[in-house]
Structure formats: C-alpha cells, structure tokens
C-alpha cells in the first residue's frame, strides 16, 4: 500500500464481506477462531521459500479500517447490508497473530502466519494477508536464489519497469531482505530505506552527438567512480574511449546485450591493458539465476537483475492459502476443521513450529505440532514469534533484522538446499500429533 | 497508484534521474525529444497482444510531481544535485503523447506510445509508463485469451489473493477491458467502477457446526439468488443439501476442486433431477485458457479465473521497452537515432500506425510509418490518437470505450489470432519509410 493511503481495507475480495453478512446473521460471526496462512507446496518445485511482506502486512492491517468513504461505497453498491455496515465501522482487529519472522525460510506446511481472533475479525483480513505475502514471498524466493548462485558478488534490483508500479517497491523491499545490495526505485528507498543505485541508460547516450560526449557528460557531472554504459555501438571502441574519458579510475561499465561470458572476458582484458584494473564490470540484460551461475567464471563484478527478479523467475505468486483451522463450537470448546476435497486436504488444528537441527546446526526436518509444540530435541529452534498480541503490533523487527535472519536462516540449510534444480524441499516436513 | 497517494514521482529508477542531472549539466537535457513504447515481440509467442494501463498512465502523469517531501529525500540521499533538485521541483510534463487506445491490439513494433517533448521531461517518466504498461497489458493478453476460450460464458475475475495488492487493482481493471464480466476485488469496484461479486469460502462452511448450518445461513442472508460452494465435503450431499434449503430457485454453486469436467457433468445432471435446472454451475480451481477450453463441453455457465489472470497465465509482463527514436540536432533539425547492439536493436525515427483491413474489414497488416503517415489503402484504420497535448490530457475514453475498442479489434482480426498455441503474431507488421 503507498503511503498516504488512509485504508487497506477495499483491497479485499468481494465474498469476504458477503461471508460477514451470513455469519454476522447466523450468529456465527462470533465464534473464535484460528486461521493458517501456508503453503501446501513449494512452488516451482524450489528446495525451500522464503518468507517475505510481514512488516508491510502489519503495516496492512493497522490500515485496515472501514473510513466513511469505505461505507459509503459499500452502502451505495449494495456489497452488504447495513447491520454488516455497521459492523464494519467499527472493525479493528483485536486478535492475535503469531508468524515466521520476515526474512525465514518455509517448506510446505509451515505455518506462516496463525491469526487468532473471531470468525468476524480473522475472515476479512484474508485476501490481503495472501496478496501481500503471496507477492513479497515469490519475489525474495527467487532473490535468494539469484543470491546464492552469486555466490559474493553483489546484485542491484533493477525491475521496475517490468512490474506493476507499487509491486515493484515491494519487490524492491523483498529482494532486499533476501541479500539483494541495493534497487533502482527510489520510491523503494523512501518508503523502506532501501539503498538505491544507477547511472545512465542508452537514450542518454545516443541524446548527445557521439558516444564521446555523453560519457564527457555523465563523468563531468557523476564523477569518475560512475558507471558507463558501453554497448549502444561497438563495445571495444567504447571502452577504449570510456578509459579515455575517466582515467584508469574509471568506477565500472555496464554491458546490457551479447554474450555476456565472452564480452566480460573481452571487456575485461582490454580495461586491464588499458590500466583500468579496478574498473568494474557489471551485466544486465535478462539475468535469473541460471545466466548468474553461467557467469560466475567470467570476470564479472556485480549482477544487474530485472525481470526475472520481479517475477519470481518463473513463479511470480508463493500460491501461499489462508485456511479456518479450528473454531469455537457450541460447547465454546475449540474444535478441529478442515476441509476434505480431494488435492486441497488441509491439516486441522492449531500449529507450532520447529525447525529441527543436527548437532552441527544443520537443519535436518520442519517439525510442526498439531495443538502443541513439538518436543525440543535439544538444538531445535523455535520459528514462531508473536508479532499481535490482543490487536496490537508487537514485532519490532526492523528490515535489517530481516535480512540478517535470512542470512542466518539458508546457512543453517544442508547444501542441497542452493542447487538450483527442480526437486524437493531441502527438508522434509514432520507433523507431531498431540494424540501421539 | 492508490488514491490519495499525492505524487507517483519517486515510482521511478534512480538512473533517470542521474541521467537527468548529467543531461542538464551538458545542456543535451533541453533537446526535443520523440520516445517510443513498443514491444520488440509478442511475449509467450501470442498471436496478438492487448493495449492495457492508458488510463492509469495518464493519471500517474498527472500525479509525476515532486513536492517538498519529495525533493528532501533526494537531497538527503544525494541521489541528484541542487540544479537538478530545482529542475525537478518545477516539473511539469508540458510535450505531447500519441498512443494506442486503451483496449485496442497490438503486434511487434506497434508504437503504443509516442511521446514527445524535451529530453528532460521525457526520460524521467520511463520507469512508470513502463511499469504500468507492461503490467497491465500482461494481464489483459492473458484475459482477452481466456475470453477468446470461455465463447459466450463469462468470466469473473478472482486473483487479488496471488498478487501484490494493489497489481490486484490494476489486474481487475485490465481483465474488465478484456471483457471479463466482473471482479472480485472491491477496490477495482470503488476505484474504476467495475462490477464485483462473491459469495462465500471453505471457511464459511467449516465455521458452522453442519454444511446445512451454513446453507441455510448463506440463503436466509443472501437470497436464494446465491452461489453455495458445493466441494467442501462430498459434492452430492451438498447438492442435494444445497437444493432442499435453498429450493429449486438456487442461483448456482461453485465447484473448486477435483476433476472439474466430469464434476460439473454430474452435478448438472443431479440439479436437473432435483428441478434445480435454472441452478448454474461456476468453476474457480487454477483455471487459465487452455483449461476453460477443455471445459467447452462441459455443462459449466461461469468461470471464475485467479492465479493464471494475475499472472499473466504464464508471462506476467509484456516486455514493452521506451526508446529514444529521435532526437534535436545542432542544428535544431531532428535526427532519428537507434542503438545496434545485437538483438536489442531498435527503429529509429517518429512511427505512425495503421491497421491495414481487407475489403471485408478483417486485418491483413500492422502498417508503420516511419517519420509519415503511411499511404490508406481504403479500408485502413488509424490505430494512434492524441493523448496529451502541451502537457494537458485531452484523451476522454472511459473504461467502457476501452472495453468496446477490445471487443471490436479482436473482432476484426483474422480467425487464425483466437488460437491458444505458441505460434507468430496474427498479422505481419510492415515499416514503410519515409524515403520509399
């Protein structure tokens, strides 16, 4: 959501407030309840997820409020009727919500995200819950991917034009939190603090009358440290005339086109032989994480990635569900639900979550207990964290912390984990029964 | 862009603006400039693709500003300097932009927008056009597909829950224009005026003590016009539930889950014999244009459409790119410009388009002129109309309008575009030159 946007809450599917309406009449409304956000698989068949947009979820639901102008267009176009309205009015969530920590890795099952709190309350808040971690969870996913087959060299989120305009400030954040050192959308920057980074595209070079004078241009006014686009003609003469211009400290070019192993390996021979030693070379041009590994033998310094980033590469939704899990029956006693069509079975009852740890502290399964939490084998790491307590916000965890928790988090993974293949989960999943 | 949101200025990469300070500081900034927005190909090899997002482009122009709030945090970032920061503080798109209408087709190298005025001006906005472009045309290819798919049954539009939340907004919107029937996003409804409807989830059905329970809450709230989901347990009980409480004056159910053809054949079948034969059946579960194609046969009346239409069904942006095609001289004359590098090589020069229709008014031809209109053959119709005008909007199309121009363009186009298999663009795209 952008700022200055007073309410989340028409971002939000038309049957959520339909379902208010029945239940509001049935009285059922009222039940307590729990709801689980998760995924039933890893899409894409990735070895793990990662969980990103719980800070702008919580950002959500305190913006969750039905304002005058919310009613009135919900009066106006006959969405609901007016005991629903009233209802509505007064909505502000007062439940609880326990989760994964931003930046966390999940497997199938895991129980990102359990909201606690009446049928009334918990049900409305579902599609954007799932949009929001849907998107954000897609995006760092294929982050940490692009990430790893880096291996140490730096990558830039460069996808904006690719992406519907506020997407690509959430992509930003989420490619952030997954290792990304920096974005182009400043907006990203505003909002989240996020380093930002550019220089110069190819309009800007063919705007001047040769290649010479926009990187006259660009030098005199960036400095020798910036970066200059070398492929709009012919990539030898300029990178000759780029040395020309800056001097061996020339900071970096970009190459946007081409072989890319075999124009890194040119490019970077002639900057050598031209005293541009410390001159870096950063490509572009459609990476994923497939082309990132493809490179890590050329002389490449950092990874300029677009498209593939702000669509999941390949995956562009978590496909994460939101499911009713318990609710209050008419003894006031929580009882079990879950639903029985075939290929959607979902798993009842309340969960915790365990990420279980050899004794090198390598994860070994994703342990999740049904109405209790599992038994601690000693290394076990607890992987919720309350993040609602009775409506309000509790998390302070801050973006850094999300990235260091990511960090944290694919390190403790086996190294299966960082192949980039189809295949299974790195770890299985284990569900621990009360009844057992 | 979210209402209420002041500026869309920062919805944009760092580079243009870096580019912006050194174009100012070498005086190239000034320079009448034409930009072109256009797709090189038709991603996802698609027989044609679908012109979504004016709107919104041209409000997002509007809203191009930097306020104070703005300006402090370039100049805290350090992202540009103090004669760029004034620059920027006084901007204000003042050229000219030609374009496709909303709704209306396109093939490779249409030039869906032209945009002219200084370098300045022109550059800074490619990041958003891009962004909302690409985005919404993404989603509108993949809708006007399934439209092509589902014949004469509608289509309602159901992903908000698998993308960011505000794409949500914008997919909604983009779906509409391709001729989906109706949303279930609320804010779509609020914000553009497109129809929303819904009815009820799993969770509804599992809150209450008995599928009955909840039938009867849904009917004695909703009317017995509403839509029971009929797959949370076994189908042909709830059928049959379904009938009893609601009578055979049911509006419909919904099937989610399970093998939808043979699925929706007994159910048909089981309503007809219990009376319930106006009682129409809805289909939701992972549809995308092949599956509602398998499900012609099928006794299906509506088809509810998430993940694949949010995403593109497969290719979630349109790889439109905005390129310099001309630019001011020395000597104040244009001069048309292209970068060459190998595969990103661009047409230099101000487009003109028309679709060229045989005598029975179906298209043989995307016609582009370069620097002129090309010669009409009789029967051709302009495809550019004037957007902006000295920096005013002078474009009055509605939302309707795009969605006729849809309706008509697909109409028009030969029989071989409605195919869903990978293949080449409907119709040629032909360049005629100015020095023919």
Redesign the interface.
């Known amino acids: ?6 309410s ?1 809450a ?10 208010l ?6 009285g ?1 409304a009222h ?1 307590r ?1 729990v ?1 689980e956000l998760f995924a039933r698989r890893l899409t894409g068949d990735r070895r793990y997820g990662v969980v990103a947009g719980i800070g702008r979820v919580l950002d ?1 639901i305190r913006d969750f409020r039905f304002r005058p102008e ?1 009613i009135a ?2 009066r106006e ?1 006959q ?1 609901v ?1 007016e005991p629903t309205l009233e209802y509505l009015e007064g909505y502000r969530f007062t439940g609880s919500i326990w989760g994964y920590p931003e930046g966390e890795v999940y497997f199938p099952g895991s129980p990102i995200l359990i909201v606690e709190g009446t ?1 009334a309350e918990a ?1 409305i808040l ?3 819950l ?3 971690l ?3 969870s897609a995006v760092a996913t294929a982050a940490s991917r692009m990430i790893n087959a880096a291996e140490e060299r730096p990558c830039i989120e ?1 996808g ?11 992509s930003a954040r989420a490619a952030y939190i997954a290792g990304f050192a920096s974005t ?4 990203a ?2 909002r989240y603090g996020v380093p ?9 070079t ?4 040769t290649e010479r ?1 926009a990187f ?3 030098v ?3 400095g020798k440290g910036t970066t200059l686009l070398v ?4 990539v030898r003469e300029a990178v000759r005339t780029a040395v020309e211009v800056a001097g061996p400290e020339l900071g970096g070019v970009r190459l ?3 072989d890319l192993v075999a124009q890194a390996r040119e490019v970077r021979e002639q900057l050598d032989e031209l005293g541009a030693t410390t001159t870096r070379i950063t490509v572009t041009s459609d990476l994923d994480e497939f082309a990132i590994a493809a490179l890590a033998a050329a002389p490449v310094d950092g990874y300029g990635v677009g ?1 593939s980033l ?3 590469s390949g995956v ?2 978590a ?1 994460m569900v ?3 899990v318990s ?1 209050e ?2 003894d006031g006693a929580q009882v079990s ?8 079975a979902s798993v009842g009852g309340r969960k915790y979550a365990m990420r279980r740890l050899d004794e090198r502290g390598v994860a070994e399964a994703e342990v999740i207990g049904i109405g209790e939490q599992p038994d601690n084998d000693g290394n076990d790491r607890n992987l919720l964290v309350e993040l609602v307590r009775g409506g309000e916000v509790v998390s302070t965890a801050t973006l850094d912390d999300a990235r260091a928790r990511h960090e944290a988090s694919v390190a403790e993974l086996p190294a299966r984990a960082r192949r980039l293949s189809r295949g299974e989960p790195a770890i299985p999943t284990v569900y621990e029964d009360d009844e057992k």
């Open positions: 959501m952008a700022p200055g946007t007073a989340t028409l971002l939000t599917d038309h049957y959520e407030l339909t379902m309406q029945a239940s509001l009449a049935s059922a039940r309840c709801f959500a919310e267009f919900l176009t969405v009727d049928f049900c579902e599609t954007l799932l949009s929001i849907n998107h954000d460069m904006s034009r690719r992406t519907h305009e506020d997407a690509a400030v959430a182009s959308n400043l907006e920057g505003r930002t980074r550019g220089t110069s595209a190819h309009s800007f063919l705007l001047h009358d004078d006259v241009a660009q005199d006014s960036l492929d709009t003609y012919d946007d086109s081409g498209t702000v669509t999941g562009p939704t496909g939101y499911k009713l609710r029956g008419d639900v879950a639903k029985k069509a075939l290929n959607k």
